[in-house]
Nanobody, 127 residues
Framework: QVQLVESGGGLVQAGDSLRLSCAAS????????MGWFRQAPGKEREFVAT????????YYADSVKGRFAISRDNAKNTVYLQMASLKPMDTAVYYC????????????????????WGQGTQVTVSS
């Protein structure tokens, strides 16, 4: 049974940094492309970042480029999202997602590319 468990969320002030972690189990982690998405109240879930199986092939949403960094440790079955210079607009529930399918880069930015999702972790950025 595949499980993705996010952690590291919290309440921070604008300009602060935060690191999210997503621990995966029940899968061969190195065989999965991983992604981070977020969903703010009343809005659709949106793409944040994605990383390929070997740790290369990284893409970011324009809104977080230069501020967020995705990485993975295949030995620890964990994917990370390092967030810096946080803004109130970054407030959302952050979800990690996994897919074993071979998909184009543009597809990896869409929710439909992913088969497994975590329960989410809340990030709140105050001004």
């Amino acid at each position: 049974q595949v499980q993705l468990v996010e952690s590291g969320g919290g309440l921070v002030q604008a300009g602060d940094s935060l690191r999210l972690s997503c621990a995966a189990s029940g899968l061969t982690f190195s065989g999965f492309t991983m992604g981070w998405f977020r969903q703010a109240p009343g809005k659709e879930r949106e793409f944040v970042a994605t990383i390929g199986r070997s740790g290369s092939s990284i893409y970011y949403a324009d809104s977080v480029k230069g501020r967020f960094a995705i990485s993975r440790d295949n030995a620890k079955n964990t994917v990370y999202l390092q967030m810096a210079s946080l803004k109130p607009m970054d407030t959302a529930v952050y979800y990690c997602a996994a897919t074993s399918r071979v998909v184009y880069a543009s597809q990896r930015m869409g929710v439909k590319a992913y088969d497994y999702w975590g329960q989410g972790t809340q990030v709140t950025v105050s001004s």
